[in-house]
């Protein structure tokens, strides 16, 4: 997530990339395996409980946590954990190491919203245009993404698998009124939606979604927890690079969206320039994020998502890069580069036309 010009960095730089390469072309990228080793050590959050009880408390096994995978989920608690230790700076916009993410944020937003509202048949033109609009932050971290979403009008529900991510979001979002009561966030995984939607079916009771469970403050009026368990939209950004099964991962999002919905997903290329720039350049040279934030061969290619999608019964509508320009110091959409960081959009079919 570095801007471009890393990839003029000197040709010498190539001899000690190309070693660390190595190209997948098989079906086998669909499905990054996570490492069967994971070392943990004892570490403690800002209210002094160690990660190992967080995780404890949330049911993962020894035996799971040892191999840094959860039964039955996509979350990876190798990648959780990086997230966990630098929970408190999500909204460090100059130095943190989130800061890449707040300068990417306005493209992201308004490719969201330009895209919703022509597959809505939504007005552009007001200042709520995404007003009554269920909207699903998979992956929401520090609320980055559902704040500004909500301030267009959406009721949005923000997951994240780090509980000190949400704790941060929630009072990130309680300084401003506007917005307070219309996002709710939860320290869950998406795949624990599935199943209480599942099982609400299977009972005729309620699902979980509808209740105001999840802290004193949460499911206000307009909250999207309020109706069925399905969304108009569903959005992970800069999630996919960090999970461990991509196709699973990709159709929880589509069983997640209500038919005649739409699934946004961002993240990077696994090509050579995205090595170059976001790992050797952001990572080991500019330290503009922490090492070891990113995993090359877990970035995943356009062509991928497009066959995720498929697999999902899910149809990609739109697909655009995301680049930077480091003389404006600001992201822009182009559509005819998508090497590095990319944006796409997915719709599910209305269940006339599935069924048919």
């Not at 979001?169 to 300084?175: E, I, L, T, V």
Request: glycine fraction near 8%; charged fraction near 25%; include cysteine.
């Amino acid at each position: 997530m570095s801007p471009s010009f890393i990839s003029s960095l000197p040709h010498v730089l190539l001899s000690y990339c190309f070693p660390k390469i190595t190209i997948i072309e098989n079906d086998e990228a669909l499905k990054v395996s996570t490492p069967t080793s994971y070392e943990f050590v004892e570490e403690t959050t800002s209210d002094g409980d160690s990660l190992d009880d967080k995780e404890k408390r949330k049911g993962f096994s020894d035996e799971h946590r040892k191999k840094g995978t959860v039964q039955g989920e996509s979350v990876n608690l190798r990648e959780t954990r990086k997230f966990e230790e630098v929970a408190d700076m999500w909204w460090d916009a100059e130095d943190g190491p989130f800061a890449p993410l707040h300068s990417m944020s306005p493209v992201r937003v308004g490719f969201i919203r330009a895209a919703a509202c022509a597959h809505f048949g939504l007005n552009p033109n007001t200042l709520e245009p995404l007003a009554g609009v269920r909207v699903l932050d998979v992956g929401c971290g520090g609320g980055m993404l559902s704040e500004p979403l909500a301030r267009l009008g959406a009721c949005v529900l923000g997951l994240d698998a780090v509980e000190h991510s949400v704790d941060v979001a929630r009072r990130h979002k309680d300084r401003d009124p506007a917005i307070k009561d219309r996002i709710m966030y939860r320290s869950a995984t998406a795949e624990s939606l599935v199943r209480e939607n599942d099982a609400s079916t299977t009972s005729g009771s309620p699902s979980r979604l509808s209740e105001k469970s999840d802290g004193p403050d949460e499911g206000g009026e307009g909250s999207p927890v309020q109706g069925p368990g399905l969304f108009d939209v569903v959005c992970s950004l800069e999630v996919i690079e960090h999970v461990n099964n991509v196709e699973a991962f990709v159709a929880t999002l589509a069983n997640l969206t209500r038919p005649g919905g739409m699934v946004i997903m961002s993240t990077l290329n696994r090509s050579l320039k995205s090595y170059l720039m976001a790992i050797v350049g952001a990572e080991h040279i500019l330290r503009w994020v922490p090492v070891g934030t990113h995993d090359w061969s877990k970035f995943v290619s356009p062509e991928e998502i497009a066959i995720l999608g498929t697999i999902a019964g899910l149809e990609m509508k739109q697909l655009t890069g995301m680049v930077y320009n480091p003389i404006m110091k600001r992201w822009h959409l182009d559509e005819k580069d998508v090497d590095m960081n990319y944006i796409a959009m997915l719709t599910k079919p209305e269940e006339s036309s599935v069924n048919n």
